[in-house]
Structures are given as structure tokens and as C-alpha cells.
């Protein structure tokens, strides 16, 4: 069973800056892609970025890009998510998915990140 534990959520003013972590207890080929996606209050769970763990490549949400910057260590199987220039609505809990595709099967627990205004 593939586990993944986020960390580095938080309070943070407009304007500011966060990096997110998720460590992957594997990496292997059900952790080939990893995302981000964020659930903000009475909203659905909305797609932020991907990375492909073998490629490197990577794909965001139009709203993210320019701002959110997803990347991975292989050393400590860990993506992350550095956030910059966040607004009050990028408050949600954001959450770390794996999977051999773009189907994810494996979710972490979600970190709290709130913006204020």
C-alpha cells in the first residue's frame, strides 16, 4: 500500500509564499504520476499540477501557472509544491495523489493552507 504524507501547509498573507511537500513511501510504478489537487469550502476537489516521476514533465492548472511550481526529489521520493504570490482564494486543503497514470489510486491526508487577505 502506497502511502503519502503531506506537510508544509499553513497560514500565509497575501502575496506570500509556501512549499508543500509530499513524501511518497515508494517510488515505483504506482507512483509514476504525482499530483496536486486542492478542495476549497463548499467546492469540489479541483486538479492544481501533475508530474511525471520518470519524465519530469509536467502539467498545470491555467490559474496555477506562473505562480505554483511542482517538482520532485528522487533521493527522498518527494514532490513538491512551491506556491508564490497566493491569493485568499487559493485557501483549500490541498492534497498529494499518486498513481501509474493520471487515474490516481493513492491519496495522502491533505495539508490546510489558508491565505488572508
Known amino acids: 500500500q502506497v502511502q503519502l504524507v503531506e506537510s508544509g501547509g499553513g497560514l500565509v498573507q497575501a502575496g506570500g509564499s509556501l512549499r508543500l511537500s509530499c513524501a511518497a513511501s515508494?517510488?515505483?510504478?504506482?507512483?509514476?504520476?504525482m499530483a496536486w489537487f486542492r478542495q476549497a469550502p463548499g467546492k469540489e476537489r479541483a486538479f492544481v499540477a501533475r508530474?511525471?516521476?520518470?519524465?519530469?514533465?509536467?502539467v498545470y492548472a491555467d490559474s496555477m501557472k506562473g505562480r505554483f511550481t511542482i517538482s520532485r526529489d528522487n533521493a527522498k521520493n518527494t514532490v513538491y509544491l512551491q506556491m508564490n504570490s497566493l491569493k485568499p482564494e487559493d485557501t483549500a486543503v490541498y492534497y498529494c495523489?499518486?498513481?501509474?497514470?493520471?487515474?490516481?489510486?493513492?491519496w495522502g491526508q491533505g495539508t490546510q493552507v489558508t491565505v488572508s487577505s
Open positions: 495523489a499518486a498513481g501509474p497514470g493520471i487515474i490516481y489510486q493513492y
Open positions: 515508494e517510488r515505483t510504478f504506482r507512483t509514476n504520476v
Open positions: 508530474i511525471n516521476w520518470s519524465e519530469a514533465s509536467t
